[in-house]
Structures are given as structure tokens and as C-alpha cells.
């Protein structure tokens, strides 16, 4: 009887074929796995970038001042002795919290009192912006003042010091000086450093580049050629 068996072994090439079937698949899943992690190609062929999400500048930034439209105190404790002359006040020899009064209109400035213990002490006066020291010299109804330029909100300003004690202000006409820079100090009450008046500041700001020292105008309009400080001190 022949033997059969032998038909039914299984071919060599066989199993090649079905470990060749096996390592296809394999290559096919790694390739499947790859295609996932490669970024998004447009019609164009060019590849898409992911977009961070970081802000990107398309210009140079502003840089915010915050001190725009300030200035600083002209002395110390500067809101506090404002307690007889605000800026706008109608006076005359006849009405006044001051008394005597030898001024007549509508107060163009503010005056910083002093107390009663800086009566015999030297006050300091502070510079109020960055500016050119234009002018110092007596003026009649101030003594000493100084006048300086500055900017302030765009425009320009002329800020006047008034009732100086001359001397003490060392920086000369035309020189820079800096916001918080003692300019001088306080003439003394009732004498030629303040040609008669009490010991305090008249603080004006006139708007425009012409020294103005006018402390006093005779209407309300004219009042809008000057800004009360207070409005702007930081």
C-alpha cells in the first residue's frame, strides 16, 4: 500500500509566505502610527506651522508714563497750607483773607502757607518739574522769584516761585533742574525778600513759553491762561 503522507506535509515556502504576511502588517502599523505625528500639509505642499500661543509683536510698544500730567509738591506738608489763597479767589483790600490786603482781582496761583515754628527756619521750595530755569530776580509784589519752563500734559508751562529768598537760589538762569531739586528756600515774612508780604509761597503756572508774574487778574476768562497745581500734584 503506498503512503500517503507524504502529500500532506506542509511546504517550506509556505511558512516564509506567512511570516512575510506577519512582518508587512507590522510596518504597515508603525507607518500608520507615523503619519499621526507629522504636522498638517497645505494644498501648496508648504507645511503648516502650529501657532504658538505666545502674542507676537507687530510693532514696538508704547511704554505708559505714569507720571504723565504730574507734578510734584513745591513744599512739604503742600496740601495742608493751602488755607488762605486758592487758586481763582476774588480779593481786595476790602475782602481778603489776608489782612492787610494791598491786592485787588482773582488769584492766579495758590499760596502755600508756613506754620507757626518755620516762622525763623528755613523752608525749602522744591522744583515742581524737569525744566529750564529761565529767570530769577526781585519783582515788586513777589521779593525773590524764580521762574522756570516745563511741559506738562503737551504744552508748555512757565511755573513762577514766588517770594524767594533771593540768594538761596544758586542755579543760574538757564540751567536744567530736576523735579524734586531744592531750588531755595522761603524769604523772610514782611521784609525786601518778600517785598512786605508774609512769609509763604505763591505757586502760579502760566500756559504758553512768556514769563507772565502777574499774581492777579481782573476776570474769571483771564484765569483760563493759568492751571492750579493742585489739579496735578502726584
Known sequence: MENNASKFQPRPYAAVIFAG??????????????????PAV???GMVKKTQSSQPVATSTPVVANADAGKLLAPISKAQERVTKKPFGLKVSPHSSPVSPERFSGYHTGVDFETFADEQDAEVPVFAVCDGTLV????????????????????????VV?????????????????TAGEQLGVLGKGYSSETDGERKHLHLGIHI???????????????????????????
Open 21 to 38: 504576511f506577519l512582518l508587512l502588517v507590522f510596518v504597515w502599523g508603525i507607518w500608520q502610527a507615523g503619519q499621526k505625528k507629522q
Open 42 to 44: 497645505n494644498p501648496s
Open 135 to 158: 529767570e530769577k530776580r526781585f519783582a515788586s509784589g513777589y521779593g525773590g522769584v524764580a521762574v522756570q519752563s516745563c511741559r506738562l500734559d503737551n504744552q508748555d508751562i512757565t
Open 161 to 177: 516761585y514766588g517770594h524767594l529768598k533771593l540768594v538761596s537760589v544758586s542755579a543760574k538762569a538757564g540751567s536744567t533742574l
Open 208 to 234: 504758553g513759553k512768556a514769563v507772565n508774574l502777574a499774581g492777579y487778574v481782573k476776570t474769571p476768562a483771564e484765569l483760563s491762561s493759568w492751571l492750579n497745581i493742585l489739579k496735578y500734584l502726584k
